[in-house]
Every structure is written in structure tokens, then in C-alpha cells.
């Protein structure tokens, strides 16, 4: 039983889990914040009740995202030995920082929060809210810089066998991070913000508390905006670096074969099973050229031919990714990403002409909505990390290379099997959690002063 694949997907399922609560925890602590703050200078009651409701579904979104966050680090230590020996002086460092650091901030201040309603200055507790919030990011873009180096490694020598740090400042300059780091900022604002507008619509069409929930309702149309249209920006721009430095990812999600000057986008692009070759496909001339270059002209390299060049630069192998499935990940991406800014204009179409709460079929698309911002995220991971395959470390080191010799392929079932079984029991009590909190009703279930 071979233990890669095993690996591979144990870390798949535990970080697709974790994700599920990542992207949450950056948006919605930057809404309730904004939430705060408003109250803050108005002294409006309904502001500090909205806090307070949008506030417990953070924090149970906030622990479920600790709690399967942890559990990844185990596995660099047990099912990828080999890759934390090879790059643990680089990678350990970022989130050394992140947990000593951001971490701390984050959790400490999430605490004077949570207990301190009432109980100390409206002005310091205002500033323990957006102290959550610049931590929870920094602790992002800190993941983000570790991750970074697996995607463009710089800032290192290969000393003994082993990738070493000689250039720190290296690792904060990598330009990778600053194309994804704003791509996960701008998705985390998106995911808030669909679900704060899809519980404000099941409010609003059983017409509770109407008064609150429009005015969330708002807020999360304006995040929505911003968040869709800085997720498409951005992801373009991040777009056109993986052209430059991970071209096979490029090709991999256009399913383009042939090197092609000027190079055709992929409406529909049918492949063999094993992703080696084209079937059939209606392909754009001159977009994908655009899209990478923003003119007309310009190569973008093909699958085969790229393959042929790692082979030439890295020595004999197979340097494809699984084409199948980066390119329809790249799709359910895209299409997820466009079908939520057009939602969003859609919801300040409705906003500005005051008729939210009269058009009921849009309140029911809205709480399905929810869902769009996890398939963008989940599908967009799935392109990052299976588009660098056969690299754990691009151009470094081999994804089969950095696994533990030292562990059997039934270990890896075994403990893929209890992980499963466990993050689904805790996928359903979260889910319940949220459900029953979502629907609860923020004014008469509101806690007496000083208890929340």
C-alpha cells in the first residue's frame, strides 16, 4: 500500500476542512469590527445587538478553525518527515512567527473581547476587536509566506542536502506573497460577506427584526462588492505571475497542449482521461495571450512542451500535474467568482431601490449563496497545490521525495480513516451550531449586559 497517495489525500481533507473556516474568520472579524465601530460613534443599540449576534457565529467559526489548524502540523512531522528535514530552516520559521505572534494577539484579544463587553472602556474594547482582526490577517500572511517558498523558493542555499536560510528579508519580499496574500484577504471578505447576506435574507423574508437585519444586509452588499471585484483583480494579476513562474499550472488550467503565439482560450476543452492529450475543444483566439499579457500577442507554452523542457532541465520524469482536474477547478473558480459579483450587484440594485424586502425570489437564492464563496476557495487551493505537482518545493524537491519513509501505507489509511470520520462529526455539529445560532433571534435572545 503506498503510502504517498494516502498522504496526499489525508492532507487534502484536513486542509480543505481547515479552509472551510479560514477564509470566514478573516472576513467576518473585519464585519463585526466595522459593526463595533459604528456603534461606537453612533451609540445606536441596534448596532452593538448586531455585533454581538454576527460576533458568536465568528467565535464558533474561530474555534472549529484552532481546533483542525493544529492537526495539520502534526502531519509534517509524521507523514511528511522527509519535506520538514529538507526545508524545516525555511518553513519553520513563518509559522514559528505566526503562532508566537500573530496567533497570541489574535487569541488573546478574541478573549478581552469576548468577556469584556461591559466590563471595560467602550474605546478598549473597540480596539481588542480590530487587534483580532490585524492579527488574524498577519497570521495569514504569515501561513502565506511558508507557503510561498513551496511555490517560488528564494532566499536559500542547499547546504548538506538541506534547504537553509540566508536571506530572510527574502521570504517577506517573495512576490508570490503579495499576489496571494490579497487573493486570500479579498476571498475571506467575500465569504463573510455572501454569509452575512444569506442570514440577513432568511431574516428579512420571515420579516424579523427587519430594521437589523436590512441593516446588515447593506453592509454586506457594500463587502460583497469589494470583495468580488478585488477577488477577480487580484486573481488576475496572480494569474499572470503563475505565467512567469509555474507556466505548467497555466497550461495545466487552460488545457493548452501546444506552445501558442498568439495563445486561444478554453471555452470547453475534453481530454483523455490521464490528461495527457486533447479530445476535442472550442478555444478563443488571442484571449489567453490577452489575459496573460493584456495584449493580443504573446506565448504562453503548452503542456507537452513544457514537460519536454523539465525533463531536459530537471533530468527523465514525468512533470505533469492531474490536467482534469486543475482545469475544472479553475472553472468552478471563475464561474463561482462571476456568479457572486453579479449577486452582489444584483443585491445593491435592490439595496438602493429599497426593494429587498420585496423581492422574494432573490431572498431565497441568497442563504444558497452562502456556499459559492467555499466552492471558489476550496476549488482554488485545489489549483494551487495540485497545479505545483510533481513539486512539494517547486523545482527543489519531488512531492514522493518529501514524504516519511519511515511510515506504511496502512498507518496512513488508518489515521486518514479516523480523520475523516472525525472532521465529518465535527463538520455536522458545527454546521448545527451555526444554524441554530443563524436563525436565533438577536434581540430576544440577547444575553443579559455583561454576560457575552
Known amino acids: 500500500m503506498d503510502p504517498l497517495p494516502l ?9 480543505v476542512y481547515h479552509f472551510f473556516f479560514v ?30 449576534f454576527w ?24 507523514n511528511w518527515s522527509e519535506y520538514s528535514r529538507f526545508v524545516g530552516d525555511i518553513f519553520g520559521a513563518p509559522l514559528a512567527i505566526e503562532a508566537l505572534l500573530a496567533f497570541f494577539i489574535e487569541s488573546t484579544f478574541l478573549g478581552v473581547w469576548f468577556f469584556g463587553w461591559d466590563k471595560i472602556s467602550k474605546r478598549a474594547h473597540l480596539i481588542a476587536i480590530w487587534l483580532v482582526v490585524i492579527a488574524s490577517n498577519l497570521s495569514a500572511l504569515w501561513i502565506l509566506i511558508a507557503n510561498s517558498f513551496m511555490q517560488e523558493p528564494m532566499g536559500y542555499v542547499i ?4 534547504a537553509e536560510m540566508v536571506d530572510f528579508l527574502a ?38 427584526n427587519l430594521d437589523l437585519f436590512k441593516k446588515s444586509f447593506q453592509i454586506a452588499t ?30 495545466a488550467a487552460e488545457g493548452l497542449y501546444k506552445s501558442e503565439n498568439p495563445a486561444s482560450f478554453s471555452l470547453l476543452t475534453i481530454g ?40 531536459q532541465q530537471y533530468g527523465p520524469g514525468d512533470y505533469l500535474p492531474p490536467v482534469p482536474w486543475i482545469y475544472w477547478a479553475f472553472r468552478a473558480m471563475v464561474g463561482a467568482g462571476f456568479l457572486m459579483l453579479f449577486l452582489a450587484v444584483l443585491a445593491l440594485f435592490f439595496v438602493l431601490k429599497e426593494k429587498v424586502e420585496s423581492s422574494p ?47 506504511d501505507g496502512l498507518s496512513v489509511l488508518i489515521t486518514l480513516v479516523l480523520y475523516t470520520a472525525v472532521y465529518l462529526g465535527l463538520m455536522v455539529v458545527t454546521i448545527s451550531l451555526l444554524r441554530r445560532f443563524a436563525k436565533s433571534d438577536p434581540v430576544k435572545d440577547a444575553l443579559p449586559t455583561g454576560a457575552y
Open 171 to 208: 521570504l517577506l519580499r517573495n512576490p508570490n506573497v503579495w499576489v496571494q496574500w490579497p487573493h486570500v484577504f479579498t476571498a475571506g471578505l467575500t465569504t463573510a460577506a455572501f454569509f452575512v447576506l444569506g442570514i440577513s435574507a432568511w431574516h428579512i423574508a420571515r420579516q424579523s
Open 272 to 311: 483523455t482521461l490521464d490528461g495527457r492529450s486533447e479530445v476535442f475543444s472550442i478555444r478563443i483566439p488571442a484571449v489567453l495571450s490577452l489575459l496573460a499579457y493584456n495584449q493580443l500577442t504573446g506565448e504562453v507554452k503548452g503542456i507537452d512542451d513544457l514537460n519536454a523542457q523539465f525533463q
Open 55 to 78: 460576533g458568536k457565529l465568528f467565535l464558533i467559526n474561530f474555534a472549529m478553525g484552532v481546533v483542525t489548524g493544529i492537526v495539520q502540523e502534526f502531519q509534517f512531522g509524521m
Open 7 to 15: 498522504a496526499q489525500l489525508q492532507f487534502a481533507a484536513t486542509t
Open 222 to 251: 457594500v463587502a460583497a462588492l469589494i470583495g468580488t471585484a478585488g477577488v477577480i483583480v487580484v486573481g488576475h494579476s496572480q494569474a499572470q505571475h503563475m505565467v512567469q513562474t509555474q507556466p505548467m499550472k497555466m497550461a
Open 23 to 52: 477564509p470566514l474568520t478573516l472576513g467576518l472579524s473585519l464585519l463585526v469590527a466595522i459593526m463595533q465601530t459604528i456603534y461606537y460613534r453612533t451609540g445606536d443599540e441596534k448596532y452593538k445587538v448586531m455585533t454581538k
Open 361 to 407: 425570489r432573490f431572498l431565497k437564492i441568497l442563504p444558497l449563496a452562502i456556499l459559492l464563496p467555499y466552492i471558489a476557495s476550496t476549488t482554488g487551493w485545489l489549483m494551487t497545490e495540485l497545479g505545483r505537482q510533481p513539486w512539494i518545493v517547486y523545482g527543489l524537491m519531488r512531492t514522493e521525495d518529501g514524504v516519511s519513509v519511515a511510515v
Open 159 to 162: 547546504n548538506n542536502g538541506r
